[in-house]
């Protein structure tokens, strides 16, 4: 059965690629005008699972998550009108060649065709990503969490009411799978399925590499460093700390790892310590020689905790926070705090994460951070597209070749 | 065994980061040049894999394939400056993004990382792929065919001996396995490749795309169709014809099917299979009534040949054309005849493929033709490249964030 929806979903795709950016931006302006209209059916269908979570013993913070109330359903409306206004990547020019022998070849931004979802709690990830998906005349197979089954169920019924008379049916599939296997056929329909895209937990993701034919991009994998340097303004490595440790800790953008340079560690480890009173702190040998703390191990570098832990190592120079670096980081982000342009220049240079920042918390690795209006996820893979996944990023492009009657000798 | 080379290539990709362009230039001038001081060293071993391809009585087409002599090794070397002389993407500004907080985004090109290529017999594959990596600051890790086992190993040789005092070590490494389980290391090595490019037959692709943990860029695949419209050219449309199937339809970007339309195709038939007298025709109930040819079925339409062979379907109108394609092209290479440029451009905005030519042959799908100097391979997937796959196609890249203290709220 799956299969079967899988395979209208492709023939949507042949549909969507004439679809002009009027029709488009119509049918987006449709799905945030319904979600208002319908927001009490929205509301009614969401408390079931709500209801189903309290029975289940889910903690208060996940159920939060899940939950859809007037005014998040009202922000889901107008972030789809924010997706209306920015630029359409679709069609656009990415390069052209004028060959000798007269050719000219125009490359062009395409739709990826159909994309594969599979994500976990937050329903509005489900409006996120069918509009960023319309946007740019992509087709989406949509595979939400059990958790959010009569949320999302809604939802996509209230999208797919919204576009009818505008898209292609089958533009916009919900995918309902209680078995491991009928995730398989998802993430193994090479003929239908362009690319899947898989968000949630580091198990989700890693059953989906390791099964998977469809291509991946791989998300969301944060072991993320801040380095203090020797010539570091410590009152703004104190401030950056903070921020990428403790405002939000259980995002995949906190950092997990602080390396001090060793001339600045010991006037800045003890101000840290004051600051991070709420976290645990496992420090190498040199850090604990100044601030008491555990003892930090291979380990400890290598877990993505989100959470209020941190681990704190004092180098000797740059080159060991950046041997350090590629030893443990999953390429998310990393940061240097350092007055010293070149000593920025060095590091950001030689590192190959996603995101390099000078004198900024790594916490701005997003999408809407970077005005990317919303994003399907974070990539932490080399192949296709880094960082946040924005309208740029759900493309392909085809070569348009003008000739008049050439052939190949 | 595997595992640790891939760990050394892995190392060797943290060092390319910083390399400069005038030192990749030098490391590819030394290596064109150690070709020739030592031809004649190369066609001494690759007369070993020549003897063994006779004597496993492989047919002369594939020995010749196998056969490095003194012109060919000086035009691999030739080659190599041509790539010297190709502009460096490593570096390149792709946009830059100013935030309201003050934040300066820059995204830039950098290398993939470690590129895995598993290819097929042609040694000088072996040259072409080592130096666009070096180009573009990759690491490659390459596992060619047995078949050419004496002519790689000595082409490495000569190629690591030549960048030697230049590139770091293990920039580029050549894996010997003769068990599957062996490649199963290299295609599942997740920490250590950052891509699998597998180059050869469709079971070569097929089991790699099966069982690859490391994203990969799936090749050559080629059931390539050509569309003579009602307002084609018809003597064009011979000529590509003729030019697309006949002049070597061995490759990947040879037709295999033809689409004629119903009104020209009394007159187009028949001259078209007396320039195809030695090509076995394939055609459906419509062209049957025209000429003379085999029963097309379902399968013929879903083969690709690589040879004298082509299926020839009469249809009623482009939308038929169209339908066609999208049914069973392998989205590598089509073309449309037509004088009319409307609707050229309908079927050219209608396909996803990612070569779609107008009043041109499909065999112009090519690094060498697109003016990439030489190529990867030919990406038929969509996600990361499409088409010929040149210096642009192996880099990823980054972004680069300027801040003063910024934190997130």
């Known amino acids: 059965m799956i299969r079967e929806q899988l395979k209208e979903a492709k023939k949507a795709c042949r549909f969507m690629q004439n679809v002009k950016p009027e029709v488009k931006n119509k049918a987006l302006k449709n799905i945030s005008e319904a979600l208002i209209q319908k927001s009490e059916l929205i509301i009614q269908e969401n408390q079931k699972d709500i209801a189903e979570a309290k029975n289940n013993g889910i903690k208060e913070s996940m159920v939060d998550r899940l939950l859809l109330n007037k005014e998040r359903i009202e922000a889901m409306a107008k972030d789809i009108l924010k997706v209306i206004d920015l630029q359409d990547p679709i069609g656009t020019l990415v390069r052209e060649i004028k060959r000798p022998n007269g050719l000219v070849i125009q490359q062009i931004k395409i739709p990826l065709g159909v994309i594969g979802v599979i994500y976990e709690s937050r329903p509005n990830v489900t409006v996120d990503i069918a509009s960023l998906c319309i946007k740019t005349n992509n087709v989406c197979v949509l595979k939400g969490g059990k958790e959010a089954i009569h949320s999302n169920r809604i939802l996509v019924q209230i999208i797919n009411e919204a576009i009818q008379d505008v898209l292609p049916a089958h533009t916009v599939t919900l995918i309902e799978t209680k078995k491991r296997e009928e995730t398989l056929d998802l993430i193994q329909a090479h003929d239908y399925v362009d690319v899947i895209i898989p968000r949630g937990s580091a198990g989700l993701i890693q059953y989906v590499v390791k099964n998977a034919t469809v291509p991946v991009i791989e998300t969301g994998a944060g072991i993320c460093h801040l380095y203090v340097d020797q010539e570091a303004n410590l009152d703004m490595a104190l401030e950056i700390a903070k921020n990428a440790k403790i405002q939000r800790p259980s995002v995949c953008n906190a950092i997990e790892t602080i390396l001090v340079h060793q001339k600045v560690a010991p006037e800045f480890l003890p101000k840290l310590q004051e600051i991070f009173k709420n976290v645990q702190i496992y420090g190498d040998e040199k850090t604990r020689k100044i601030i008491d703390c555990l003892e930090a191990t291979e380990k400890n570098y290598a877990t993505e905790y989100d959470d209020y832990i941190c681990n704190i190592k004092v ?56 005005g990317f209006g919303a994003e399907v996820g974070i990539s932490t893979q080399k192949l296709h597209a880094r960082g946040p996944l924005g309208l740029q990023e759900i493309t392909s492009t085809k070569y348009m070749i003008y000739g008049n009657g050439q052939v190949r000798s």
Do not use: P, Q, W
């Open 315 to 370: 180098v000797d120079d740059i080159e060991e926070a950046i041997e350090h670096i590629y030893n443990y980081s999953t390429k998310h982000s990393e940061s240097i705090i350092t007055e010293n342009k070149e000593t920025a220049k060095y590091f950001m240079e030689s590192l190959d994460s996603a995101c390099v920042y000078h004198n900024a918390s790594t916490r701005f690795s997003d999408g809407g951070e970077f």
